[in-house]
């Protein structure tokens, strides 16, 4: 088999599924109809399939009605990819906070611009929910729950941004980073306050409509958040 014409393959039926020459769902050509197509063989054709599979871009069915179907990546396939990535130790803690340093405050930037009404009742809403239950907490699984509605006060704020590769993104970061820096068992009531009055800051200037005060306040946010937490 020759692994180039493979990897040519490979490359000109990704890039006829990423343009939407070939839509989701769309039964590709049978593996000899392939080969005729492109001069190649059916073992070289069959590798190519594999390869495609491995990526996410066909999902493949075996029995009278099988075949190789275009399967189009979704917000969530990006996400899912980041977290097995970063799961699988291909990404360092330093990485992870540079990156949410990079991301988080574009986001808040662009939200400040381009987030609904509807979208800003939700961001208050969950803010009202962290500092309602900051008056209850009194064990690390209130605190978790908490913590928990912060990393959705981030994940709305990004997909506020309007920006849908900048949410898939923090989406599929934001577990592992809050991993790294909120461990309930650790951060105390203190820490926690500040917490809340950071986003008290950050809704204020998206409310405002603000882009250069939202980027600001978020970045000095996570900054802090991330000192506290022993990151660099």
Same mark, same amino acid.
């Given at each position: 088999m020759d692994t180039t014409e493979s990897s040519r393959f490979v490359a000109e039926v990704r890039a006829r599924i990423l343009s939407g020459e070939l839509p989701d769902g769309?039964?590709?050509?049978?593996?000899?109809?392939?080969?005729?197509?492109?001069?190649?063989?059916?073992?070289?054709?069959?590798?190519?399939?594999?390869?495609l599979a491995a990526s996410g871009l066909i999902r493949r069915k075996i029995g009278r009605n099988g075949g190789s179907f275009v399967s189009v990546p979704t917000e969530a396939a990006v996400s899912d990819? /980041? *977290?097995?990535? #970063? $799961?699988?130790?291909?990404?360092?803690?330093?990485?992870?906070?540079?990156?949410?340093?990079?991301?988080?405050?574009?986001c808040a930037e662009l939200a400040a611009c381009r987030m609904s009404e509807s979208e800003l009742a939700t961001l208050s809403a969950t803010q009202s929910e962290m500092a309602s239950a900051l008056n209850v907490i009194g064990s690390p699984a209130d605190r978790r729950r908490l913590l928990a509605a912060n990393?959705?006060?981030h994940l709305q704020v990004?997909?506020?941004?309007?920006?849908?590769?900048?949410?898939?993104? /923090? *989406?599929?970061? #934001? $577990?592992?980073?809050?991993a790294l820096t909120d461990d309930p068992e650790v951060i105390d009531h203190a820490q926690l306050r500040e917490l809340i009055r950071a986003?008290?800051?950050?809704?204020?200037?998206l409310r405002a409509g603000d882009s250069e005060r939202a980027r600001s306040v978020m970045r000095k946010h996570l900054s802090a958040h991330i000192r506290l937490a022993g990151g660099s």
């Open positions: 769309v039964r590709l050509e049978s593996e000899r109809d392939l080969a005729v197509r492109y001069g190649l063989s059916r073992t070289t054709i069959r590798a190519g399939l594999q390869s990819s /980041l *977290r097995l990535v #970063i $799961g699988a130790g291909g990404v360092s803690e330093s990485d992870l906070m540079e990156t949410r340093l990079a991301i988080e405050p574009m990393a959705r006060f990004a997909e506020g941004s309007g920006n849908a590769a900048l949410a898939a993104i /923090l *989406r599929g970061l #934001i $577990g592992p980073i809050e986003h008290e800051a950050i809704y204020s200037a």
